[in-house]
C-alpha cells in the first residue's frame, strides 16, 4: 500500500521582510503572503503467514517549504519494522524497531538570524511487548537520540 499527498498554499508571512534601505536581499513576501509547499508519500508491506505470525515494514517521508523570510525546509524521514506472533496458546509477542531523521534548515535575513541555521536529530528505538491472553502487558522499550548542529 502506498499514499501520498501535496498541499500547496497562499498564508498570511508569519513574518515580515525588512524594508527600506540597506534590506539583505529580496523576498518572496508580497504583500505579507506566504507560499506554503508540503508533500508526503508513506508506503507500508504486510506479510502473513498461515500461521497467524506477521511482518509489517513501513516508510514515509514528509518535506515542507514555506516561502517567507525564514524559508524552513524541514524534512523528516521514517522507517518502521514490526513482527508480531502468537507464543504457545496463552502468549503474543510483538518486536519492532523505528529509525527516524529529521533535517531541518532555516535561513535567516537582515533583519534576524537562527542560530543554529541546520539541525539533524534521529531517533532509534526497539521494542518488544508480549501480552499473556488474560490480557496482562509485558513491555521493554529502548530508546537512543542523537542531534548535531
Request: aromatic letters at 8%; charged letters at 25%.
Amino acid at each position: 500500500m502506498a499514499e501520498g499527498g501535496a498541499t500547496l498554499g497562499k498564508l498570511r508571512a508569519l513574518f515580515r521582510a525588512p524594508s527600506g534601505a540597506g534590506a539583505g536581499r529580496q523576498s518572496s513576501v508580497q504583500n505579507d503572503f506566504s507560499y506554503t509547499h508540503e508533500y508526503d508519500v508513506l508506503g507500508r508491506w504486510t506479510h502473513r503467514r498461515d500461521s497467524g505470525a506477521s511482518l509489517q515494514l513501513q516508510s514515509s517521508i514528509d518535506y515542507h517549504h514555506n516561502d517567507d523570510v525564514v524559508h524552513a525546509d524541514p524534512v523528516q524521514a521514517d522507517v518502521d519494522a514490526q513482527y508480531h506472533t502468537a507464543i504457545g496458546s496463552r502468549h503474543d509477542l510483538v518486536v519492532g524497531a523505528g529509525y527516524r531523521f529529521i533535517d531541518e534548515k532555516l535561513e535567516g535575513a537582515f533583519s534576524f538570524s537562527i542560530t543554529p541555521s541546520t539541525v539533524e536529530e534521529s531517533v532509534r528505538q526497539l521494542l518488544r511487548a508480549g501480552r499473556d491472553r488474560a490480557g496482562a502487558a509485558c513491555p521493554a522499550h529502548a530508546r537512543d537520540e542523537s542531534r548535531a548542529r
